[in-house]
C-alpha cells in the first residue's frame, strides 16, 4: 500500500491527496507536523533527508518527496498531464510560479497566523510578505481572466498546486471577494471528478508518527 507522509494542515500534502484521490488509489497517511517538529526528527530524515513534508513511500519501498514530483509522477499518463509538449512546459511554468512566488507568500502568510505566536519579528515578516501575497494573487486573476484553468481549457496538475493555499488565501489575511477569476477557478476545481475538500482526509488508514516509525 502507498504510505503519504504529512498533515491535514499542511497545502502540499493536500495536493497529493487531491491526485490520489482523482486516481482511485488507496494509501495509508503517516500523520507528520511540522508543528511539532517532526519532519526534522532522524527517524522522519532516515526516510526524505531533506526534512520536508509531504513524502511518500511507494509500493516497492521507493520514496519519493516534494509536492509536485509527486503530482507529476501520479498525473503522468491522466489528462492532469497534458500530451502536447508546449502546454506541458506551460503546467511546468506554473508550479515553478506556485513553488518559488505564491507558496512561499501566501503559505508562509498562513503558518505566520494561525500557527506561531505574535512577536515583532512575526508582525514584521507579514508586513514584508503582504505585498508579494497580493502580487500573486493578482497574476492568478489576471491569468485566469484569460484561461479557463491555470494552464489552458483543461484542468491539469498545475491546477491541484495551486489550489490549497489559494484557497486557504483568507487564512493568510486575504479576502478573495474581489477576486471574481480566482473564485470563478477554485469552484471549477472544486468540482472535478473525486475532489476532496480542505481539511478531509482521503487515506484508508492513519497512523501516528510514533506508532509508523516504532518510536518508544
Known amino acids: 500500500m502507498l504510505t503519504l507522509f504529512g498533515n491535514l494542515e499542511s497545502g502540499n500534502v493536500h495536493k497529493v491527496q487531491l ?3 482523482r486516481l482511485g488509489a488507496v494509501y495509508r497517511r503517516v500523520e507528520v507536523s511540522q508543528v511539532r517538529g517532526e519532519p526534522r526528527r532522524p527517524e522522519f530524515l532516515t526516510l526524505n533527508p531533506m526534512g520536508k513534508v509531504p513524502a511518500v513511500r511507494l509500493e516497492d519501498g521507493d520514496v519519493l518527496s516534494e509536492s509536485g514530483a509527486l503530482l507529476y509522477w501520479f498525473g503522468r499518463g491522466t489528462e492532469l498531464w497534458p500530451a502536447n509538449e508546449r502546454t506541458r512546459a506551460e503546467v511546468l511554468r ?3 510560479f506556485e513553488q518559488y512566488s505564491h507558496e512561499p507568500a501566501l503559505a508562509v ?5 494561525r500557527f506561531t505566536a505574535p512577536s515583532e519579528a512575526a508582525a514584521a515578516r507579514c508586513i514584508e510578505l503582504e505585498p508579494k501575497a497580493k502580487h500573486v494573487l493578482g497574476v ?17 496538475i498545475a491546477d ?9 488565501a483568507p487564512q493568510a489575511g486575504f479576502d478573495l471577494g474581489p477576486y471574481a477569476q480566482i473564485q470563478r ?5 472544486e468540482e472535478q471528478p473525486e475532489f476532496l475538500p480542505l481539511g478531509q482526509d482521503g487515506a ?3 497512523l501516528s508518527f510514533d506508532e509508523y516509525f516504532g518510536v518508544v
Open 19 to 21: 491526485i490520489l484521490r
Open 94 to 96: 506554473w508550479m515553478f
Open 109 to 113: 502568510l498562513r503558518y505566520l497566523r
Open 140 to 156: 492568478l486573476e489576471t491569468q485566469l481572466s484569460q484561461s479557463r484553468c491555470i494552464a489552458g481549457p483543461d484542468c491539469s
Open 160 to 168: 491541484l498546486a495551486l489550489y490549497p493555499y489559494t484557497k486557504w
Open 185 to 189: 477557478w477554485l469552484a471549477l476545481v
Open 204 to 206: 484508508a488508514q492513519v
